[in-house]
């Protein structure tokens, strides 16, 4: 069985940056994509970004692109979402997950969620 574990969420000011990882438990399913998500209070939950864990190639939602950068790195099987220009906008609890489909978005494509991390942002 795939575990994904979240770590790296916390308070941090407006304008700071802050990086979260997903640690996977197996080296398994490494032709699927690994993605970010966020969830706040009474709100959807929202994709982010997503990454191919065997090419690295990725693709982000509009509203974080060039504010939030995924990456991986294989060798430590983690993947990590560094997050630049933070604003209370962006307090949530961050999740990762799986999904095999390369562009998918929607949360119902996802699986293999984490517990998720609680990012708070204050102004």
């Known amino acids: 069985q795939m575990e994904l574990v979240e770590s790296g969420g916390g308070l941090v000011q407006a304008g700071g940056s802050l990086t979260l990882s997903c640690a996977a438990s197996r080296r398994a399913f490494l032709s699927y994509v690994r993605g970010w998500f966020r969830q706040a209070p009474g709100k959807e939950r929202e994709f982010l970004a997503g990454?191919?864990?065997?090419?690295?190639?990725?693709y982000y939602a509009d509203a974080v692109k060039g504010r939030f950068t995924i990456s991986r790195d294989s060798a430590k099987n983690t993947m990590y979402l560094k997050m630049n220009n933070l604003a209370p906008e962006d307090t949530a609890v961050y999740f990762c997950?799986?999904?095999?489909?390369?562009?998918?978005?929607?949360?119902?494509?996802?699986?293999?969620w984490g517990q998720g991390t609680q990012v708070t942002v204050s102004s």
């Open positions: 997950a799986m999904t095999p489909t390369f562009g998918s978005t929607s949360p119902r494509d996802f699986g293999t």
């Open positions: 990454i191919r864990w065997t090419s690295g190639n990725t």
